[in-house]
């Protein structure tokens, strides 16, 4: 006999899983409460990182069914929803989405739905790091200087230097220069290697 299961997911504590249960509900799957997983995690967390998740996978059987109101309740994006819902079909579990028409994920539809979704995902990341590289381009021919701010100014540095060479010790210098010992111990490498 098949087993119907239902992933809802919220994102916060105030949020409830309800209204995903009801909708459920209401396009005709007929669930168990005792089948209904509901858990609060961030949709940034990868689908095999939620607990949740992890325990209703352990449940799950060759022949089951798991229904979720929208791709987003599977994964933090495109790629890791289509890895899960492939997994999820290895084992022998069909995956409906009640946002897709309450498409069957794992049918020869639903397949062609995830590879479109996918490749969409695949070319908007890759546009984003177009922009991206484009972006960091411009701002640095604009001399814009990237990473943290330098501890030490260069006579600071120079100063460092030279109090290392007289023997003065590092927390001495780092105290008179107002920074940290660490600092004073990048100074006296770079110096060893220059």
């Not at 309740?73 to 492939?86: C, H, K, P, S």
């Not at 210098?173 to 770079?190: C, E, G, H, K, W």
Request: glycine share 8%; hydrophobic share 40%.
């Amino acid at each position: 006999m098949t087993r119907v299961f239902a992933y809802c997911r919220v994102s916060t504590a105030e949020q409830t899983t309800e209204n995903q249960e009801r909708e459920i509900r209401a396009a005709g799957f007929n669930i168990e409460s005792r089948r209904v997983v509901a858990e609060v995690v961030s949709g940034s967390i990868a689908a095999d990182q939620r607990k949740g998740f992890a325990k209703l996978r352990d449940r799950l059987e060759s022949g089951d069914v798991l229904v979720v109101t929208k791709l987003d309740r599977l994964g933090r994006n495109a790629m890791d929803v289509r890895a899960t819902v492939e997994e999820l079909q290895a084992a022998g579990v069909r995956v409906h989405c009640l946002a897709l028409g309450g498409a069957d994920l794992t049918s020869a539809a639903g397949k062609m739905t995830m590879a479109v979704l996918s490749a969409v995902a695949e070319f908007e990341r890759d546009l984003l790091l177009e922009r991206t590289a484009a972006g960091l381009a411009r701002a640095k021919d604009a001399g814009k200087v990237f990473g943290r701010p330098r501890a030490l100014s260069d006579t600071d540095e120079e100063r460092a230097r030279a109090w290392l060479a007289e023997g003065h010790s590092i927390a001495s210098i780092a105290r008179d220069l107002n920074t940290s010992r660490q600092t004073i111990m990048r100074v006296r490498t770079r110096g060893e290697h220059s």
